[in-house]
């Protein structure tokens, strides 16, 4: 999901970009340290509640079966399973039944969601010479499923409008907008022109958002062999990367904009919704877009001319990357049938037999691209066997006090539209009811890492000393801390080992999560294992059975894992006498965010000076090649001084609250809760997310409520926290940055009051 290598490596990257910065549990640093003897007792659980916990996770443990994951995975795999498609439909039922078949109340809720899929497809060179690009991945022999080629959809980008476009060729690096810098100081302009982008870098969806933005009439994307190909390993099927024929499919929707379906924004797609005309549907591109393998690519890059390209714009293909523009002039051509699809999401539910009404909510999506083994089968069979696990323990006698909702989405893919559709129909309900959502979505072999509300960040960290790694026989926790500081720098490592507790990372999107969170305001969680697995078929149909028993968990005992991880998060928040949240950790967090505000906005400022003074020198233009053109950047305006004042004095009293309430929450239930205020805590802390959150939504995008959390508007998956100043920061809005920094703290004081309000509540009557 976020930075460096998201698109080559899925919304899992978080993991693999904070593995290579160090900085896992896809944060950086260590959080604060647990309160002396913590350890051999579990949040929100009386010690004799603890210990009944601890014995209910080691029966859960044993009812999970490596075997099982593996004939799971198998039977959802073993045939393409995309949105409308016949294996997807049957996969929903046949998850419906195995719930069923395990005590729950499953059910299939479908929605009707745009789902476009290619009636045409067409990508020439015309000059300087003629090339047809092939546009398909080739059976493979040693990959069975890579020959069902009349159940596969084709290679695609999902949400790019029908275009018959002509024009030359540019190449942009990863397409962001400093790479449209780049491209001006060489005075060359995509204006009418198409332009050839790498994956990596950012989200794909960004790609051709900023190339319409410059004026560019079509958008290709090629998968380069730097970013997930041989410069990582052996390609498949010799080993586990990308070869040179794999295709990268992929949603280009606008979901920093709103994820779901593209007709019903903020309502769920049902049978009679009102369904917006599809001319005025906000989230689908400017202009058409395809992606291609490095292949098809080559060809269209070697017969680039004009300047070479900056060399953190080369890539691994044997030829001078060239920017162009031409004289390679490219035909693309692209018609969809923009029919409605029916999604199949698979709800099971065990009641809660003493609160009914608290939902702790956990699911996968079960939809692919193609078969999907690693995205998203790994994940899903691991919340199968959770889901039995727990179905078995019920059998035998347990009755969870909290009701489990399970569910498996289908159309993640495509933009969330399963999750979005179903947290949208569910609104009202799921604001008054859920505790936590928990996501998962693909599992590996590798390192735990977690993602989500801060406020869950203590109940990560205990679950992760609770599991144990299978191959190295300490907690996982603790792999995860020495990879970061075995490749962390020294402050990093001072951190790592300063501190018992992992920061968590923040989530922006890119999984199910964010309906969840980011919409209806929901503490939300995303676990998982891996970083040692060998993953170059992201979206291909190389994701298959053949390469996940190779490359992927061949042992499934990291899926395991991530069963094992996932199930004490969900049963812990289900079974705690108070629930597990602490309110510190959100505010160390929010701390950590606002000071980082400060820091960019002066990094700003100083760069804007420096930029004065290279115009003035002419430092930029008498260094460069006097043959070559050389256009000068444009000064940068000057940055202001912001008015940070309220927000750091919110912070300050938040923090204070936070420990404060903590204090007290601790001391009060040393003297003992009244059932009462046992419930009256309970509910304040379920719905404390939805205080971080806004009606009218973050500025310009109202869909996305969360005030600390959403993903960037220019970094897709990427998170950007404190998002409304920070974005107007970016985007050099000053004015704007002021009167956020003013809605952030007013927001952040109204979170705080409540705090406090429940603090005086939680303290003893005074004599
Ligand atoms: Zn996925």
């Not at 999907?372 to 179905?391: F, N, Q, R, T």
């Not at 489990?404 to 979005?420: F, I, R």
Request: with cysteine; proline share 6%.
């Amino acid at each position: 999901m976020i930075a460096g290598l998201e698109d080559t490596m899925s919304h899992r990257t978080f993991r693999l970009a904070a593995c290579a910065a160090a900085a896992i549990l896809s944060g950086l640093a260590a959080a604060g340290a647990s309160p002396p003897g913590i350890e051999d007792q579990l949040l929100g659980f009386s010690s004799a509640g603890a210990g009944v916990e601890l014995e209910r996770e080691q029966a859960f443990d044993a009812l999970i079966s490596k075997e099982e994951l593996r004939a799971w995975l198998e039977h959802l795999a073993a045939r393409p399973h995309h949105v409308g498609s016949e294996w997807g439909r049957a996969n929903a039922e046949w998850m419906r039944d195995l719930f069923a078949s395990w005590g729950y109340a499953a059910r299939i809720e479908s929605f009707d969601v745009l789902f476009p899929t290619p009636k045409r497809r067409a990508l020439e060179m015309v000059a300087p010479k003629r090339f047809r690009a092939r546009l398909a991945e080739p059976a493979l022999a040693g990959d069975p499923t890579s020959g069902q080629q009349k159940e596969q959809l084709p290679t695609f980008n999902v949400f790019s409008i029908d275009g018959d476009v002509e024009g030359e060729l540019v190449y942009v690096n990863y397409g962001l907008p400093e790479d449209y810098e780049a491209l001006a100081q060489h005075g060359i302009d995509v204006k009418g022109r198409i332009v050839l982008a790498r994956y990596g870098g950012s989200w794909r969806g960004i790609k051709p958002k900023v190339a319409a933005e410059h004026g560019a009439i079509g958008c290709l994307i090629f998968s380069d062999p730097s970013g997930d190909g041989y410069t990582q390993g052996d390609p498949w099927p010799k080993g586990g990367w990308r070869s040179g024929d794999s295709v990268q499919r992929g949603s280009v929707a606008d979901m920093p904009f709103h994820s779901g379906d593209a007709l019903t924004p903020g309502v769920g797609a049902t049978k009679d919704a009102v369904r917006l005309p599809l001319a005025e549907a906000r989230i689908l591109t400017r202009i058409p877009v395809l992606p291609i393998s490095a292949s098809d690519a080559e060809p269209l890059l070697a017969a680039l001319g004009g300047a070479m390209a900056p060399p953190a714009w080369r890539g691994a293909l044997p030829l001078p990357y060239r920017m162009g523009p031409g004289p390679a002039r490219v035909h693309l051509e692209l018609a969809f049938d923009w029919s409605l699809k029916p999604v199949h999401d698979v709800i099971a539910v065990l009641p809660g037999a003493e609160l009914p009404d608290e939902w702790i909510v956990r699911g996968n999506h079960h939809d692919a691209w193609v078969n999907g083994a690693s995205d998203p089968v790994s994940g899903m069979v691991a919340l199968l066997a959770e889901a039995k696990a727990i179905g078995g323990l019920a059998k035998a006698g347990f009755k969870p006090r909290r009701t489990l909702v399970y569910a498996a989405w289908d159309g993640e893919e495509p933009g969330l539209l399963g999750s979005t559709e179903w947290a949208e129909t569910h609104l009202a309900e799921l604001r008054d009811k859920a505790v936590a959502y928990l996501n998962t979505d693909s599992v590996s072999r590798g390192f735990l890492a977690a993602a989500g509300s801060h406020s869950l960040e203590r109940l990560v960290n205990e679950v992760g000393r609770s599991v144990i790694d299978p191959e190295r026989a300490v907690p996982v926790l603790e792999r995860t801390r020495a990879a970061g500081i075995a490749n962390g720098d020294d402050k990093q490592r001072e951190r790592l080992r300063g501190k018992s507790d992992l920061r968590i990372g923040a989530l922006g999107s890119g999984s199910d999560f964010t309906p969840f969170l980011q919409h209806v305001g929901i503490a939300a969680l995303n676990v998982d294992f891996g970083g040692e697995e060998q993953y170059g078929q992201y979206h291909s149909i190389y994701d298959s059975i053949a390469h996940y028993e190779r490359f992927g968990d061949p042992g499934f005992a990291y899926v395991a894992k991530a069963a094992e991880v996932n199930g004490r998060l969900t049963l812990r928040l289900s079974e705690s006498d108070v629930l597990p949240f602490t309110l510190d950790r959100t505010a160390e967090a929010i701390g950590e965010y606002a000071a980082e505000l400060g820091e960019l906005t002066d990094g700003l400022r100083k760069a804007s000076e420096e930029r004065e003074r290279l115009l003035g020198e002419r430092s930029l233009e008498l260094a460069a090649d006097p043959q070559q053109t050389f256009v000068a950047p444009p000064a940068l305006d000057r940055v202001p001084f912001l008015e940070f004042a309220p927000l750091s004095n919110a912070v300050a009293l938040f923090e204070k609250a936070a420990a404060e309430f903590e204090q007290a929450r601790t001391a009060a239930v040393d003297r003992g809760l009244s059932v009462e205020t046992r419930a009256e805590l309970n509910r304040f802390l379920r719905t404390f997310e939805r205080r971080l959150t806004s009606d009218a939504g973050l500025p310009g995008r109202p869909w996305y409520r969360h005030q600390i959390y959403a993903p960037g508007q220019y970094t897709g998956y990427g998170v950007k926290t404190l998002p409304a100043v920070r974005e107007a920061i970016e985007q050099r809005h000053w004015d704007e940055a002021n009167v956020q920094i003013r809605q952030i703290a007013v927001l952040l004081d109204a979170a705080r009051a409540a705090i406090e309000e429940m603090t005086t509540k939680l303290e003893p009557p005074s004599s």
